[in-house]
């Protein structure tokens, strides 16, 4: 496990994704790899030094949603983990003393939208704060959007530029059904 301020490299992932996929192996067991940073994944596989593909037999599977219905979920989603207590995990790693936010994760969506909402908010009426509070997280909510949306152009890339054999899982009806 890294400490927070630390960043996980594409290096660091696929040694510890090797590591632990000889574990699962070592158990007799079928080791998935789920979600994560798509290039993490593609360094993993790809990566002469490592050897994967030619080790292992790899099936790919992308579970996808039409987009209107993915973004309600993000929507949703964020909601809930407002509601769960991320505005508290945030502060956590609030500094005022420092907003540099490009390392760990600190980086991560959720922690540098909460930056301007955590140093003006002993300064706000209640009002003001709640309204800050909403822009906040329609920014979280935007920004998880588009990243979701890099992930799906980086797997067509993956599909159509390096040919890998990615089934699409169309999930929207399920996803549609569970509201």
């Not at 496990?1 to 290096?11: E, F, G, I, K, S």
């Not at 490592?50 to 987009?67: E, G, M, N, Q, T």
């Not at 949306?149 to 009806?173: G, H, S, V």
Request: proline share 4%; aromatic share 10%.
């Amino acid at each position: 496990v890294l400490p927070p301020q630390a960043d996980l490299t594409a290096a660091n992932f696929c040694h510890m994704a090797n590591l632990s996929v000889e574990s699962v192996l070592n158990r007799g067991k079928l080791p998935i790899i789920v979600g994560g940073s798509n290039s993490y994944v593609e360094a993993l596989v790809d990566d002469d030094d490592y050897k994967f593909r030619s080790k292992y037999d790899c099936c790919f599977l992308w579970v996808d949603v039409a987009l209107p219905v993915l973004n309600r979920f993000v929507s949703e989603r964020v909601d809930k983990m407002v509601q769960n207590g991320m505005v508290e995990e945030a502060r956590n790693f609030f500094d005022y003393s420092n907003s540099d936010y490009s390392r760990g994760i600190k980086k991560a969506i959720g922690v540098p939208e909460f930056d301007i909402f955590f140093r003006n908010e002993p300064f706000l009426s209640v009002g003001d704060r709640e309204a800050l509070l909403n822009k906040v997280v329609d920014e979280i909510k935007s920004n998880t959007f588009k990243l979701a949306c890099r992930q799906r152009e980086k797997i067509e890339r993956l599909r159509k530029i390096k040919k890998w054999c990615i089934q699409r899982l169309d999930a929207t009806p399920v996803i549609t059904r569970r509201r």
